[in-house]
T-cell receptor, first 116, second 116 residues
């Protein structure tokens, strides 16, 4: 069975601090996909990044970066120089092609609060 | 281009009633998935439909049902509502499924269902 764990339920930082959101996953499959989504207070889930299990290259997009380590089953997300607009709940998710369609298994989410 | 649209945005029902939630996918998307997000938790997969056929079902009771129409829009029906059905119901669309599990799903703003 698939499982995604986000151990940090809530993180509070001051603007301009760097912050890392942790994600640990479990799957028995060798081919899978990992995602990060952002959920602002308005409720919609905003896609941030997708990673497949064969690509362990870290990725940077502006102030966002992702560290995928297959050996530890982790896919961590770092925001550099955080801003108040980054305040939201962030979800890590896992998609397994052997499962129903492209069903996503989500973690419990990490609520990030960035204070001015 | 319009994103995923869901209606209604909010709904209040009482125990034992039934409810129908609606979703219109992004133009060109043929797959629609439904997720339930209880307050403070990550979304949980309910159903996926592709080309009007059910392609995946999560661990939800038979009180939950769905269908997809020829224009790829979808309805989620819940019968005999319970207090525990109170949640944000999210619809997501993607172009295909299975062979394109890496494609990100695009989510609507959700329908917030409250059961009294």
């Amino acid at each position: 069975a698939q499982k995604v764990t986000q151990a940090q339920t809530e993180i509070s930082v001051v603007e301009k601090e760097d912050v890392t959101l942790d994600c640990v996953y479990e799957t028995r499959d060798t081919t899978y996909y990992l995602f990060w989504y952002k959920q602002p207070p308005s409720g919609e889930l905003v896609f941030l990044i997708r990673r497949n299990s064969f690509d362990e290259q870290n990725e940077i997009s502006g102030r966002y970066s992702w560290n995928f380590q297959k050996s530890t089953s982790s896919f961590n997300f770092t925001i550099t120089a955080s801003q108040v607009v980054d305040s939201a709940v962030y979800f890590c998710a896992l998609s397994d092609p052997n499962n129903a369609g492209n069903m996503l298994t989500f973690g419990g989410g990490t609520r990030l609060m960035v204070k001015p | 281009d319009a994103g995923v649209t869901q209606s209604p945005t909010h709904l209040i029902k009482t125990r034992g009633q039934h409810v129908t939630l609606r979703c219109s996918p992004i133009s060109g998307h043929k797959s629609v998935s439904w997720y339930q997000q209880v307050l403070g938790q990550g979304p949980q997969f309910i159903f996926q439909y592709y080309e009007k056929e059910e392609r995946g079902r999560g661990n939800f009771p038979d009180r939950f049902s769905a269908r997809q129409f020829p224009n790829y829009s979808s309805e989620l029906n819940v019968n005999a509502l319970l207090l525990g059905d109170s949640a944000l119901y999210l619809c997501a669309s993607s172009f295909k499924y299975l062979d394109r599990v890496d494609q990100p799903q695009h989510f609507g703003d959700g329908t917030r269902l409250s059961i009294l």
